[in-house]
């Protein structure tokens, strides 16, 4: 780990501290109701990963450490764990998966939902 890297490790993990201890001792200050605070590692830009096969393997690796087994899904590679409704998770999405995406939200502006609503 590079000296930016722990630098950023632990800039990361004092801001966390200090966000517990400030809701801690602000109870008016609302938090999220539904769903998990994500810290989220997205091995393709937060590793020193330079292929998608390396960011791949980073998820597996990262799973190991967390103690639990990679998701993969649609070209989705998610590991994670959860500390009550905070969950930190490592993400891969592939290229193919996000250039289906991009293909599937090309069709946007040729659907009109009104039309469809209306018959």
Do not use: C, K, W
């Not at 989220?40 to 998820?59: G, L, P, Q």
């Not at 993969?72 to 999405?93: C, D, K, M, Q």
């Not at 995406?101 to 009109?112: C, L, W």
Request: avoid cysteine.
């Amino acid at each position: 780990m590079s000296p930016a890297q722990r630098h950023h490790r632990r800039e990361l993990i004092s801001g966390l501290r200090a966000l517990a201890v400030f809701l801690d001792s602000h109870p008016q200050v609302p938090v999220p109701r539904y769903g998990p605070v994500r810290v989220s590692v997205h091995t393709n830009y937060d590793t020193d990963a330079s292929t998608e096969a390396e960011a791949i393997n980073e998820v597996g690796r990262i799973a190991t450490l967390l103690g639990t087994t990679p998701i993969t899904e649609n070209g989705h590679h998610v590991a994670g764990i959860a500390f009550s409704s905070v969950r930190y998770e490592a993400i891969l999405v592939t290229q193919a998966a996000m250039e289906r995406r991009a293909a599937r939200n090309s069709y946007r502006d040729v659907i009109a939902l009104d039309e469809i609503e209306g018959a």
